[in-house]
């Protein structure tokens, strides 16, 4: 291709790997928005096994040992699994998920449901309101609580 063209980029419609919008609130807050549409279903945390009653570097070595293996089910339940099942759903649905996280000085998660076409409306509704210092509040979403 010569360097004359202009360099197109590829669209992406939803990626939950990097971050729709950034943007920074009056008070310092650095936010990251996201905008996906796969979402895993929960799964109750794996419980760890636990090897004797006193701490021992072999029981810690066996411990960790155990704890592995009995997680490889669970990866291979998700992969094979949750992430064809989640893929469909989101194939099939209307929704998309807005959702805008702050780290420091400590987390705050905000995240709502949307339909697919009011997706930019409601990122732009988002980015601003949090640039102003408000507290976002969006029409047409539904918000989610964790």
Known sequence: MPSSWPAYRRETSTSSLRPSARTTSPDG???EI?????QLPRRQPASHA?????????????EAVINVLA?????????FYDLPVA????AR???????AVSWAPYPIRLRWA???????????QVEGQLARGERPMLRNAKQLLY
Do not use: F
């Open 87 to 90: 893929a469909v759903r989101a």
């Open 34 to 38: 996201y905008a996906y549409a796969l």
């Open 71 to 79: 997680s490889i089910p669970r990866l291979l339940v998700r992969v």
């Open 50 to 62: 636990v090897v004797g009653e006193v701490p021992s570097w072999q029981g810690s070595i066996v």
């Open 29 to 31: 807050r650095e936010w």
């Open 93 to 99: 649905s209307d929704e998309c998920l807005i959702e």
């Open 114 to 124: 949307v339909s697919k076409e009011r997706k930019g409306q409601a990122l732009a």
